[in-house]
């Protein structure tokens, strides 16, 4: 049920301060000194206001893997995060590659409120590269689906690379391309160099992820179609999209929260809190894809938040699992990473975080400006600020986070989806008082 919500004083993506009056789901009024009689009021004082965030990359496992995280516990963790959008990989079981399990998918993230869940349909049957799923049935379902992925998977065979970015094309579909070679990946662990020799561990060398980028690119300008990279990490990917958009080839890219901060020496506890896929790379890499980030080479911030049970992350580095929690964490990394420590205000963040990610993943309803007539899909967020990130500060099922110990600035306080509030000073509002 929408609010009328009358938010005071908020620093609006930098600039301030000024009231935003909500009513019907969407503002209603923007200036100083606004009032409503019976409005709920939210004192936003030292608050910066930010359209809310959207995450093109989230892993949500359900359908199939529910306790590692379920619809409703990934997005109440969205809401801690500040997000009001989130994409969900179709790696679940049964994989997403049907009109009947995306619009499964579609019907949860509804009945949970918490945010919009927009389902991303899988590239091929069963994300085995082999042929092409239900591409065009997927996109004219109720799930109306525009992006497509075998996350987790490389659509490694370059004639199925072709087909799918031909098929989508008809539709104006983005496919989003996990770009790792699979033969020059085997059994690898961490990424290849100087830490990964040292500690014994089979290296993903920076050349099978850049290596795909390069033939993709290459594919997406001789069909006219659109591609999306996930999770770049190394500086020779951010130098080849850089090339790629020079001569007007239609691709995006994305970076994780934790290929902008942290880096393979993380890996010499052997925790496997740190193992991730791609893998943390070299300082000189999180350096170019920031400044990458930066110049726009880069388009978006995304969190590959991928949540997995205790038993699968607490065990020797070999057997871990691949993948870390991020959308609790992800706005207060950007800050460190790219406001206090690097260029950004925040109506880069708004661009990187909301607005972007909302424009390639094709839903007008999101990342649209604090502004009259606009949905209210907003994010307040106290840049002042500042403490060490535990597990209390997660909300889904999952704590594999590598933030835990780490001083991070900043602290997400209200999140307001469809207008009405999700999070509330800091707390998720329980699943009884929040729905669509």
């Known amino acids: 049920m929408s609010d009328t919500l009358l938010i005071t004083g908020a620093q609006i993506e930098g600039d301030g301060p000024s009231d935003i009056l909500i009513e019907d789901g969407r503002i209603v009024e923007v200036g100083q000194g606004l009032s409503r009689h019976g409005a709920r009021t ?3 004082d030292g608050l910066v206001a930010i359209r809310g965030l959207v995450d093109l990359h989230v892993h949500l496992r359900e359908p199939g893997f529910e306790s590692s995280e379920t619809i409703l516990t990934g997005t109440q963790a969205a809401a801690a995060g500040g997000f ?50 239900e591409l065009g049935a997927m996109a004219d379902s109720r799930a109306r689906v525009r992006l497509f992925s075998d996350d987790g998977s490389c659509v490694w065979d370059p004639l199925i690379m072709r087909r799918a970015l031909e098929y989508v094309k008809s539709f104006g579909g983005v496919v989003a391309q996990h770009a790792q070679d699979p ?3 085997e059994g690898a662990q961490m990424n290849e160099g100087i830490v990964s020799a040292e500690l014994g561990l089979a290296g993903w060398p920076a050349v099978a992820e850049e290596s795909i980028i390069a033939r993709d690119v290459l594919l997406a300008e001789h069909v006219g179609s659109k591609l999306h990279v996930c999770h770049l990490s190394t500086a020779g990917s951010v ?3 850089r090339w790629a958009k020079s001569r007007g080839i239609d691709v995006t ?3 994780t929260p934790h290929h902008l901060l942290l880096t393979d020496e993380s890996a010499r506890g052997y925790d496997a809190r740190f193992k991730v896929n791609p893998p943390l790379r070299t300082n000189e890499d999180v350096l170019a894809v920031r400044a990458g980030l ?4 880069i388009d978006i911030v995304a969190t590959d938040h991928a949540p997995h049970p205790e038993e699968n992350k607490c065990t020797e580095w070999a057997a871990a699992a691949h993948g870390m929690v991020g959308l609790e964490s992800a706005l ?9 420590d690097g260029p950004f205000g925040w109506d880069d963040v708004a661009r990187v975080m909301s607005s972007a990610p909302a424009r390639i993943g094709q839903r007008p309803d999101h990342g649209t400006p604090i502004a009259v007539g606009q949905p209210a899909e907003l994010t307040l967020y106290d840049p002042n600020a500042r403490s060490v990130f535990t597990p209390k500060d997660l909300r889904g099922r ?4 590598p933030y835990t110990g780490h001083e991070l600035p900043g602290s997400v306080r209200w999140t307001i989806h469809r207008g009405y509030v999700t999070l509330a000073d800091g707390q998720v509002v329980a699943a009884e008082e929040v729905g669509s």
């Open 294 to 297: 930066a110049d726009g080479t």
């Open 84 to 133: 009001t959008a989130v994409f969900a990989m179709p790696n679940t079981h049964p994989v997403a590659d049907t009109a009947g399990v995306v619009e499964q998918e579609l019907a949860r993230g509804e009945a949970a409120g918490y945010a919009t869940v927009q389902p991303i349909g899988a590239v091929t049957v069963g994300q085995k590269g082999e042929r092409l799923a």
């Open 398 to 401: 999952s704590s594999n986070t």
């Open 42 to 44: 939210i004192d936003a």
């Open 253 to 255: 890219a994305e970076v």
């Open 332 to 340: 207060r990394v950007v800050h460190k990473t790219m406001v206090e």
């Open 183 to 185: 033969r020059l990946t």
């Open 239 to 241: 130098d080849i999209v």
